[in-house]
């Protein structure tokens, strides 16, 4: 089983739209999720981490965990071309205090104008 | 704002040869890590390093591999003797406390030929 799944894409929303992306994991001791954008050959980057059950909103970013249904998403409200990137769902290991990160292999997302 | 910055951007080297990817760490945080990324793959860990030791390696993370904080603000991935299936990006990534997240490089582009 997969440690950290999403789906691949590409996910296609009009500009001005909401894009839901989703994310589930497998390794119930996990305490902490985050989400990281990558453009096409640039690093990931850091959007938002949430690691208590419910909403956590910033900005036109919101973060969901569901942590008995072991599941993540990222809502992203007005969608705009420049938020067009691969989106990756990270879990620090539940049983590491090390900081390892696992990483979904990302939903690409297009914004189209 | 600070950054993670590494270096060089992008290694050629031939297969068999030593390389020494170099980052220099966000200079407030204490947790260290190297990740690879294959083209068209996910973000793998490859170590974690706190208190200048080691804290967690993955299983890629062979007797080939080493890591090394020379000093203060330089944190270094060497490959002894590089492989093709080694052509990856390598991203170094720092944190303050693993739980808010790390913080990437804009990654090391290694291509073993």
């Known amino acids: 089983q997969k440690e950290v799944e999403q789906n691949s894409g590409p996910l296609s929303v009009p500009e001005g739209a909401i894009a839901s992306l989703n994310c589930t994991y497998s390794?119930?001791?996990?305490?902490?999720f985050f989400w990281y954008r990558q453009y096409s050959g640039k690093s990931p980057e850091l959007i938002m981490f949430?690691?208590?059950?419910g909403d956590k909103e910033d900005g036109r970013f919101t973060a969901q965990l569901n942590k008995a249904s072991q599941y993540v998403s990222l809502l992203i409200r007005d969608s705009q071309p420049s938020d067009s990137a691969t989106y990756l769902c990270?879990?620090?290991?539940?049983?590491?205090?090390?900081?390892?990160?696992?990483f979904g292999q990302g939903t690409t997302l297009q914004v189209k104008p | 704002e600070p950054e993670v910055t590494q270096t060089p951007s992008h290694q050629v080297t031939q297969m068999g040869q030593e390389v020494i990817l170099r980052c220099v760490p966000i200079?407030?945080?204490?947790?260290f890590y190297w990740y690879r990324q294959i083209l068209g793959q996910k973000v793998e860990f490859l170590v974690s390093f706190y208190n200048n030791e080691i804290s967690e390696k993955s299983e890629i993370f062979d007797d080939q591999f080493s890591v090394e904080r020379p000093d203060g603000s330089n944190f270094t991935l060497k490959i002894r003797s590089t492989k093709l299936e080694d052509s990856a990006m390598y991203f170094c990534?720092?944190?303050?406390?693993?739980?808010?997240?790390?913080?990437f490089g804009q990654g090391t582009r290694l291509t073993v030929v």
């Open positions: 949430i690691y208590s059950n």
């Open positions: 200079s407030n945080h204490l947790y």
């Open positions: 990270a879990v620090l290991h539940g049983s590491s205090n090390t900081g390892k990160l696992i």
């Open positions: 990534a720092s944190s303050v406390n693993p739980a808010l997240g790390a913080f």
């Open positions: 390794d119930r001791g996990s305490q902490s």
